[in-house]
């Protein structure tokens, strides 16, 4: 199991955001935190973010 650490301006968003999206991103970390290299909504980023990944879903992004 790997651990996630959200930034400052990650969190700031995060508290601005509704129930639902909330739940969303809730989710999504709980994914990265089991598999974060390999799954149906991560992508391998390419040019100025090469060897990060991305994780998107609901038309949110994460970035790690």
């Known amino acids: ?35 974060p290299l390999f799954g149906p909504h991560i992508k391998k980023l390419h040019g100025e973010f090469e060897g990060k990944h991305r994780y998107e879903v609901g038309g949110i992004r994460m970035v790690y």
């Open 1 to 35: 199991m790997f651990e996630v650490l959200v930034s400052h301006e990650a969190d700031k968003y995060y508290k601005k955001q509704d129930r639902d999206t909330k739940r969303r991103i809730n989710k999504c970390i709980d994914n990265l935190c089991r598999e």
